[in-house]
């Protein structure tokens, strides 16, 4: 079955930098487009990243996305980390119409 477990989220002050991990499962990783989601308290859940180097124009030159299909892995390093960033981020993949979903890690921007 599909599987994917975030790790990495953590307290960081503003301008600091935190890099997101997920590890994929149950799949044929290389031939799925990845995603990063997030979703702050009182929000919408929205897309922040895909493995096609598509990004979010609130993370724009401060996030990147990378994969590394020999490990089954998908990262996200996030840079001049703003407050407005505090979420719990989700690893994603749609498979056959359905999307995926990760249990989420807490990323709290904060001084």
Not at 8 to 26: E, F, K, T
Not at 101 to 109: A, E, K
């Amino acid at each position: 079955q599909v599987q994917l477990v975030e790790s990495g989220g953590g307290l960081v002050q503003p301008g600091g930098s935190l890099r997101l991990s997920c590890a994929a499962s149950g799949f044929t990783f290389s031939r799925y487009v990845m995603s990063w989601y997030r979703q702050a308290p009182g929000k919408e859940r929205e897309y922040v990243a895909l493995t096609t180097s598509t990004y979010a124009d609130s993370v724009k030159g401060r996030f990147t996305i990378s994969r590394d299909n020999a490990k089954n892995t998908v990262s996200l390093q996030m840079n001049s980390l703003k407050p407005e960033d505090t979420a719990v981020y989700y690893c994603s993949v749609l498979i056959g119409g359905r999307r995926y979903w990760g249990q989420g890690t807490q990323v709290t921007v904060s001084s």
